[in-house]
């Protein structure tokens, strides 16, 4: 996971204005909002890299209630077009979600209710994924 996050801190596009990283406090008001608690991966990810500028795709954030991809709202919109209840999406691509499950493993939902899981982590999925787009 420490490769995985030098590595797309190393691919940074954000410049000289990047994004606050979110806090504890935070992450607690966001899982309290969605009524569940973020797996593992998710945490970290949103503590140590959720502000990063990677090319074209837009995972979700937490520190910024303003934002388009603050994850209350995108789950919330992701949820009404039928992404199960159970999985939270980290990105959103055209009408399909990147989603994450329980147990940290990363699906990509496009319109069927079955998920099934492409990549073991989401730092597996940010180096397959998020840092060639």
């Not at 992450?27 to 074209?56: C, H, K, Y």
Request: with cysteine; glycine share 4%.
């Amino acid at each position: 996971m420490f490769d995985e996050i030098d590595e797309l801190k190393a691919a940074d596009q954000s410049g000289d204005y990047p994004m606050e990283l979110p806090n504890e406090v935070q992450l607690v008001e966001v899982e309290e909002q969605l009524l569940m608690a973020m797996p593992s991966d998710l945490r970290t990810f949103q503590l140590t890299v959720s502000n990063l500028v990677i090319g074209s795709l837009e995972p979700v954030t937490i520190a910024d209630p303003n934002m388009h991809t603050y994850l209350p709202e995108v789950a919330a919109e992701a949820w009404s077009q039928g992404v199960p209840r159970h999985l939270i999406p980290i990105c959103q691509r055209g009408e399909d979600y990147y989603v994450i499950r329980e147990d940290n493993q990363i699906g990509l939902w496009q319109g069927f209710d079955d998920v099934e899981p492409k990549w073991e982590t989401i730092w597996d999925w940010a180096m397959e994924v998020w840092l060639i787009s």
